[in-house]
């Protein structure tokens, strides 16, 4: 299930009745998605599977000094939030001088006009933009610190599983159902606002902490990955609902 009817009550009662009508059971893949639905169906016919992804090999690349490359990735759209983590990004750029920025996607589902507006507003900016990219475990290889500024409707964003996998430490809007996958100060880091400051903030926080401290977390990021979001593991699961439903 996703989320899309969270801003739309009449798609979220007519999903619900028709749910109610057919005694279907629901897959969703975390707790915020379905809290809509739960007055219309019965608990046990909820699932909650969160999405799994496969192992992400990351090298990260050397660079001479100690250059932070901070980056955004995903489809570029205004739910994603690229806007306001550029405008998050000279905030953080004016304080922290070896810092460089990167923006991986591309519109997918419409025109260009709000890339041009992200690429129009990183004017004066260290920032890459580098188009839709396939192997994750390259991009994830050339940077330091994944921002995911979803300011919306998000229910556990893929990528945030993919950083895990691959050491890379994640700040996030606390928003959708992300903070049912990001521990906050333990598995990565949250922002309880939804604005480009707040977000700035806790770039410059996460930017102060030692070495030791962000490797940590980075490293009880991967083993969460590795209990709870591996690909085999959402694969059985979602197996063995079907198995249960057939039998």
């Avoid at 694969?235 to 057939?246: D, F, K, P, R, S």
Wanted: glycine share 6%; hydrophobic share 45%; aromatic share 10%.
């Amino acid at each position: 299930l996703f989320p899309a009817w969270r801003g739309n009550l009449f798609v979220g009662a007519l999903a619900g009745k028709a749910l109610q009508f057919s005694n279907a059971r629901i897959v969703a893949s975390c707790r915020f998605v379905v809290e809509p639905l739960r007055c219309y169906v019965q608990s046990q016919q909820i699932h909650i599977v969160y999405n799994g992804v496969a192992a992400v090999q990351r090298i990260p690349k050397k660079t001479e000094g100690r250059v932070y490359r901070i980056g955004v990735i995903g489809r570029i759209e205004p739910e994603k939030g690229q806007l306001e983590f550029v405008h998050a990004s000279h905030l953080v750029a004016r304080e922290f001088h070896n810092c460089k920025f990167v923006v991986v996607g591309a519109p997918l589902f419409s025109e260009s006009t709000y890339l041009n507006d992200v690429v129009e507003a990183s004017a004066g900016l260290p920032i890459e933009f580098l188009g839709w990219q396939d192997d994750i475990a390259t991009v994830l290889s050339n940077i330091d610190l994944l921002v995911v500024p979803s300011p919306h409707f998000d229910a556990t964003t893929r990528v945030i599983l993919e950083a895990f996998a691959a050491g890379v430490p994640v700040i996030a809007f606390a928003s959708g159902g992300i903070p049912e996958v990001v521990e906050d100060s333990v598995t990565g880091f949250l922002v309880a606002e939804v604005t480009a400051t707040s977000l700035a903030s806790r770039i410059g926080y996460v930017l102060r902490m030692t070495p030791d401290l962000l490797s940590a977390v980075a490293a009880r990021a991967k083993a969460t990955w590795h209990q709870r979001y591996r690909l085999d593991r959402f694969q059985q699961e979602i197996c063995g609902l079907v198995a249960e439903v057939a039998r």
